[in-house]
């Protein structure tokens, strides 16, 4: 999913997007049958990666007059734990777009309302389980929605205990109604986001479940396994879904039916639209070549282009430096502009839809290939590294802003990255620290997405505040070896469900320092970096004046002259909860520059260093390689006026301009 600064950018390109001319696309006609896909649905020797606890055979049929789905459900689910299950909890997402009683209307009261139109004009989502069976018999009664008057969880008592090793099958029919799209999935006009949109069991970590209900900050969280899915929909509509295309019939009444097989991923998503068109490519990755898609309307052509190129790179990228894409096939949705803002900047695995297509984000504006970039990125950063997100939702999303920004640097370059028409440093890391204020967010970064005050905050601690941490470690240990501790975590845990300890455990040990002194503050405090100058004076230095021997006359001016040198004093003070090392550049009258570094971890709350010059200090930059990315980077540089007096003042560099604009922008 997309940041909240993100979603802004993309409401401001759909203004464009909108004011576009638009041709008629005519009435849908009967499309040509689509070519079969033909290969595995796992690249390589076809051997299960993940312990595929949770396997779906669904069968689902799309009325898209109505936006609904008929369908039946298998799961076939393994208790891998060590003490038996006579309860199974399961998600029924659509279920948060039923009423304004669910969990997620009453916690997105108040923000993003903009988006909740088409909720709340009457087009609610909701999906209904009209039988579930175990052992052929019929269980319905035993459904229960714990969480009432929220129904987007729903457990089932069991008529027989489910041992340890043991599998489960549980049969269902359910029917789903799609909200007119707004919160990721849905339908606007005739294109059809399907996501969340089945019973979906929860994850037993360790003996306990989790399956928590929808909130509006929180996202997924699954066990891998495999999909079985037969999707039955118009013949005038093309479909698009997770994992590949196994067979396709066409079927009474007009319809046609899809078959998709998907092995070890933990969801499944798909898209019908009457008028998509479809561009492909390849991604070369380490172990094979993996083909890309992109669907599109044909107006959005120029774009779909650009969505390609992005994920190509993205796809090359991100296999190299964590673990190969593991499966043949990504496809990227490029929904039509209007559902855009609902259905647009989502990951499911194999399968993510884009945004950002606008008329004011021309060729340069990189703002598609931004949303491209990090929804992509998500089949590592949960796809593969299936970590709990509402839970821990700067494990993914943090995680995939800072690895999606150097993608962004490594493909258009570090000055290109998200806008390259201002000639200073644009760098997505550079905009971002400069979108707000970090000390003031009220919830440290490691809180449950459900549990953090809003959904603003939300945003900062789990996106923005989140890279700049991990760029600041970086900087600190430097990028080679922390690219390396990296690739080990990812390796480590692909197919499996890591904790942010797991990540910070490997950070540490593959770095080779305990890393206490600076995760502790950062992320489990609130609080910021509060680095500041407090006084930086000069004065003529010359021999110590005064008595020395009392027999003697003093030592005056006259005998302990002004040598011509200066001695400076500067006071840097660090009174946040974080403290870094840091290094603080002293500049003088003469041009030349001296170097110190405060190694502050968190020892002591100021620091003086006393140096002594042949020429005058003018000015101190704390920090100037903008290595430490956790507190405004704007009162770092200052002049220093005169020859004794401490009158410091913050160098503008244009700091309110850059930073209104960057705000606009939402980057
Ligand atoms: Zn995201």
Not at 330 to 339: K, S, Y
Not at 610 to 623: K, M, N
Request: hydrophobic share 40%; glycine share 8%.
């Amino acid at each position: 999913m997309l940041g909240h600064a993100v979603v802004i950018a993309l409401a401001v390109a759909a203004i464009g997007a909108q004011s576009g001319c638009r041709s008629d696309p005519g009435a849908p006609r009967v499309r040509a049958m689509p070519t079969l896909d033909r290969k595995p649905a796992l690249r390589g020797d076809g051997a299960a990666r993940s312990p595929r606890i949770a396997n779906y055979k669904i069968v689902a049929t799309l009325d898209a007059e109505l936006h609904r789905i008929v369908a039946t459900e298998t799961l076939t689910w393994t208790n891998t734990g060590t003490s038996a299950v006579t309860t199974l909890p399961f998600h029924l997402y659509l279920n948060a777009f039923k009423n304004e009683s669910s969990l997620f209307m009453r916690s997105s009261r108040g923000q993003g309302r903009d988006q909740m139109r088409g909720a709340q004009v009457g087009t609610w989502g909701w999906i209904q389980i009209d039988s579930v069976q175990v052992g052929g018999v019929e269980l319905a009664p035993k459904l229960v929605y714990p969480g009432l008057p929220d129904e987007s969880v729903v457990e089932l008592t069991l008529p027989a205990a489910v041992e340890p090793g043991a599998t489960v099958e549980v049969h269902f029919k359910f029917t789903a109604q799609l909200p007119e799209v707004f919160a990721r999935t849905g339908y606007k006009g005739e294109f059809h986001m399907v996501g969340q949109w089945f019973p979906k069991i929860g994850v037993r970590v360790g003996e306990r479940w989790e399956c928590r209900p929808h909130h509006a900050s929180s996202e997924f969280f699954a066990d891998f396994g495999t999909y079985d899915v037969e999707l039955t929909v118009p013949s005038t509509y093309v479909v698009a879904a997770t994992g590949v295309l196994a067979n396709v019939t066409e079927a009474p009444g007009g319809t046609r039916t899809y078959t998709y097989r998907a092995e070890d991923v933990h969801d499944f998503a798909w898209m019908a639209d009457p008028y998509m068109d479809v561009m492909t490519g390849h991604a070369k990755v380490e172990d094979g070549k993996v083909e890309v898609r992109v669907l599109y309307r044909p107006e959005q052509k120029p774009f779909a282009r650009r969505h390609l190129q992005a994920a190509i790179g993205a796809i090359e990228r991100f296999s190299a430096s964590y673990v190969p894409y593991p499966w043949p096939i990504m496809t990227v949705i490029d929904p039509p502009v209007e559902a855009a803002a609902g259905a647009g900047g989502m990951e499911y695995p194999t399968l993510v839809t884009t945004a950002g297509d606008s008329v004011f984000t021309r060729k340069g504006i990189r703002l598609p290939e931004y949303v491209t970039i990090h929804e992509i990125g998500h089949n590592w950063f949960q796809g593969l590294l299936a970590s709990n997100e509402p839970v821990e939702p700067w494990l993914d999303e943090g995680v995939d802003e800072w690895a999606s920004a150097k993608v962004m640097n490594d493909l258009y370059g570090s000055r290109a990255s998200m806008i390259d028409w201002m000639d200073w440093h644009a760098e997505v890391v550079a905009l971002r620290r400069a979108a707000g204020e970090p000390g003031a967010l009220p919830s440290p970064m490691a809180t449950a997405a459900y549990a953090i005050v809003d959904g603003q905050a939300y945003g900062e601690a789990s996106y923005t505040r989140t890279m700049r941490a991990l760029k600041t470690l970086e900087n600190l240990v430097g990028p080679t070896k922390f690219a390396a501790a990296m690739k080990v975590y990812a390796q480590t845990f692909a197919f499996k469900h890591p904790t942010g300890r797991d990540l910070f455990e490997t950070l540490s040990r593959e770095l080779g320092q305990d890393l206490t002194w600076f995760i502790g503050p950062v992320w489990h405090d609130v609080g910021a970096l509060e680095l500041g100058l407090r006084t930086a004076e000069c004065w003529k230095a010359h021999p110590p004046r005064g008595v020395f021997d009392v027999t003697k006359k003093p030592v005056t001016e006259k005998e302990a002259r002004e040598t011509g040198s200066y001695i400076c004093e500067v006071v840097v003070t660090s009174t946040g909860t974080v403290h870094v090392p840091v290094d603080i550049e002293l500049r003088f009258a003469d041009g030349s520059t001296q170097r110190v570094r405060w190694d502050d971890r968190g020892h002591a709350s100021w620091e003086r260093f006393t140096i002594e010059r042949s020429s005058r200090l003018t000015e101190v930059w704390i920090d100037p390689d903008n290595k430490v990315l956790l507190d405004s980077p704007f009162r770092h540089q200052y002049r220093v006026d005169g020859e004794g007096a401490a009158s410091l003042r913050a160098a503008a560099r244009l700091a309110a301009i850059a930073q209104t604009l960057m705000q606009v922008v939402g980057l």
